[in-house]
């Protein structure tokens, strides 16, 4: 079993979806988790750190339900800026993050 | 100014041939990974670093020899590459602890 995993998709969405990643990890000692962005052919990009509580960033919601361990990703008003893959990211170390395969999200006009 | 940066950025090489990536940050982090990305696209940990002492050493082969001069260099050598070895290495930073991680630009390494 992978120790985060999520649905490689593709999604394909219209612009101005609503369109909701999801993502397990098994290390039930991880603290910290993160979503990145990777878009094709570049370095993995620091979306937003994943809280307890659930937090927002514009158009970007992120959820932690530490019980069932099991993160989420809720993108609003999809733009096709928004288009790249997204990795759901664990820390269960201070030195290591692991990282999902990835989700695939195409925004179409 | 870069925040992360490796050095090359394409590297193509025949089987059996030593080569070295080489990484720098300027953000004052103290601790510097490399991670590998394969064709199916998972990235996975290969080295971390602490003030140049070695933390993580995930199952690498022994032809893969890191080194970090300072905090704000870490180099990767690679022995006999191998075909297999073909990939996108990226290095990382960050501060240590439970906090994010900044990935250099990555070197598309190809062995034939």
């Known amino acids: 079993r992978k120790e985060v995993e999520q649905d490689p998709g593709p999604f394909n969405v219209p612009e101005g979806a609503t369109v909701a990643f999801n993502c397990t990890y098994s290390n039930s000692a991880s603290q910290s988790f993160f979503w990145y962005r990777q878009d094709c052919r570049k370095e993995p990009k620091l979306l937003m750190s994943v809280y307890s509580s659930g937090n927002e960033d514009g158009r970007f919601t992120a959820q932690l339900n530490r019980a069932s361990q099991y993160i989420s990703l809720l993108i609003r008003d999809s733009k096709l800026s928004d288009s790249a893959t997204y990795l759901c990211v664990a820390q269960p170390s201070t030195d290591k993050l692991i990282f999902g395969t990835g989700t695939r999200l195409q925004v179409f006009p | 100014d870069t925040a992360v940066s490796q050095t090359p950025k394409y590297l193509v090489t025949q089987m059996g041939n030593d080569k070295s990536i080489k990484c720098e940050q300027n953000?004052?982090?103290?601790?510097m990974y490399w991670y590998k990305q394969d064709s199916k696209k998972f990235l996975k940990i290969m080295f971390s670093?602490?003030?140049?002492?070695?933390?993580i050493n995930e199952t690498v082969p022994n032809r893969f020899s890191p080194k970090s001069p300072d905090k704000a260099h870490l180099n990767l050598h690679i022995n006999s590459l191998e075909l297999g070895d073909s990939a996108v290495y990226f290095c990382a930073s960050s501060l240590r602890g439970f906090y994010e991680q900044y990935f250099g630009p990555g070197t598309r390494l190809t062995v034939t």
């Open positions: 670093y602490n003030n140049k002492e070695l933390i």
């Open positions: 953000l004052g982090h103290d601790t």
